[in-house]
């Protein structure tokens, strides 16, 4: 529009010569908005300008009525070219709108449904993160109440190493022959084995289930801390959910969308909690393999213990059987040893009678042999009495010494019953010592089994 009047119009008067226009007129119609007044030959005034003059640079001022017309033609055309262009904008802006309203009303719509499936699985996670929870919290207390049972049976088993530590000091206590390695000796060794081999497992069983806790505990830590992020971010995205257009939370975060601080995506985020409930999972059972091994494990030691101990007890039986029979056997002895001895000082006694009963008859034969040798020459005859009294002086002679060689072999046998039953009696002294020691000391305090837990798994 300004273009048709950047230049002068065709002078009406005729003529070469056109009438220069006046600059201050035309730029403030806006009619030749480029050009500026240093551009244009400065004119007279015609308000200082002399009268002739001033009336010609009046006349070269004037438009012609085509001029007018045209100007007024072209206001016009552009008041209705901008009238309709200001309407196709307004037009072109309320579809804009509607359109950006339905799309942003659409996109929030769909972030609503979004932020609300996402809900949903962070409940579906969390739920399962819950119950997994709850299941490791429960196995773990199963565990330790099993850790519990197993260092109680651990402790109990010293119960039995004491009473067989004090049955092999007190048979220490044995003397003499009977200190023998005899079948008892040896079940008790293999009982002190046998409980050393229980403990050892116990002790090994007991650090598995130690460290199976550490296992359970690092899970249920990991379960604990997603647990409270899921919480977390439940609330957040809830709180999101729950924000409208109308809702007096919001405000303007500017460039906050060009900002990524995740750290996940949908995949990645679903598996971490996967990992961690198939890691408590795992746990789970392997504390419950556990927890049955040392369920079989207590049950299996008390079963192993009890054999040795009833093993043992057995063999203190038979050996006090033995004992007790040997007992009795040398009692039986002694009793016939002591008759024997009052027998043989009896006899002994008969012999020194015997003995001393043939002195006056020697006495008398000698006598009389003494008394026959002073008869007087030729009457000193070896006749029949002589030589019966030199036979009866030999022959009594013979019966002392007889008398005497018997009495000194009962002497000897005396001598040997008296040292035998000294023996027997050093062996019945030792036969009562170990009787005592087996049965009083030893047996008396192995009548029950002395240990409670094991005991009920018998």
Not at 188 to 204: A, G, T
Not at 293 to 314: G, K, Y
Request: proline share 3%.
């Amino acid at each position: 529009m300004s273009g048709a009047f950047s230049k002068p119009m065709p002078w009406a008067g005729g003529g070469s010569t056109k009438p220069p226009m006046a600059n201050n007129y035309l730029d403030s119609h806006g009619l030749n908005p480029g050009l500026g007044n240093a551009g244009h030959v400065s004119f007279p005034s015609a308000v200082t300008a002399a009268p002739t003059q001033a009336a010609r640079m009046a006349n070269y001022t004037r438009f012609s009525p085509s001029d007018w017309s045209a100007s007024n033609i072209d206001h016009y055309n552009s008041a209705d070219a901008s009238r309709n262009q200001s309407e196709r904008i307004r037009n072109e802006a309320i579809r804009l709108m509607r359109e950006r309203e339905d799309k942003t009303c659409m996109t929030q719509r769909d972030a609503d449904r979004r932020l609300g499936e996402r809900l949903h699985d962070e409940t579906f996670w969390r739920s399962e993160l819950q119950s997994e929870l709850e299941r490791n919290v429960n196995e773990t207390h199963q565990l330790e109440h099993m850790r519990k049972n197993l260092e109680r049976a651990l402790a109990e088993t010293e119960g039995p190493m004491r009473v067989n530590s004090e049955c092999i000091y007190n048979r220490e206590g044995r003397k003499g022959i009977d200190m023998v390695n005899d079948g008892v000796e040896n079940s008790l060794m293999r009982e002190v084995d046998n409980i050393k081999s229980c403990q050892d497992k116990m002790k090994r069983t007991l650090e598995q289930v130690n460290h199976q806790l550490g296992v359970n505990r690092n899970a249920r830590h990991q379960l604990e801390r997603d647990l409270a992020n899921k919480d977390h971010s439940i609330n957040i995205d809830h709180t999101c959910h729950n924000l409208q257009n109308t809702s007096r939370a919001i405000n303007l975060h500017g460039g906050i969308e060009k900002v990524d601080p995740n750290v996940s995506i949908p995949e990645t985020w679903a598996d971490f909690s996967n990992r961690n409930i198939q890691a408590s999972q795992s746990a789970r059972s392997a504390s419950q393999r556990l927890r049955g091994d040392v369920d079989n494990l207590i049950t299996q030691c008390a079963n192993e213990m009890w054999s040795h101990w009833n093993n043992t007890n057995m063999s203190f039986q038979q050996r006090i059987t033995e004992s007790n029979d040997a007992h009795n056997k040398l009692q039986s002895h002694m009793s016939k040893t002591m008759q024997e001895i009052y027998d043989q000082e009896k006899h002994i006694e008969a012999l020194k009678q015997a003995i001393r009963n043939k002195g006056n008859p020697l006495k008398v034969a000698q006598t009389r042999l003494e008394a026959r040798a002073h008869r007087p020459d030729v009457e000193l005859c070896r006749d029949p009495p002589h030589h019966r009294l030199v036979e009866e002086v030999g022959q009594i002679q013979e019966s002392i010494d007889l008398l005497n060689r018997k009495l000194n072999e009962a002497e000897i046998a005396h001598q040997t019953l008296l040292q035998n039953k000294a023996r027997l009696e050093h062996d019945l002294k030792i036969k009562s010592n170990s009787l005592f020691i087996d049965r009083e000391k030893c047996l008396s305090i192995r009548k029950s089994f002395p240990v409670v837990s094991l005991a009920t798994k018998l």
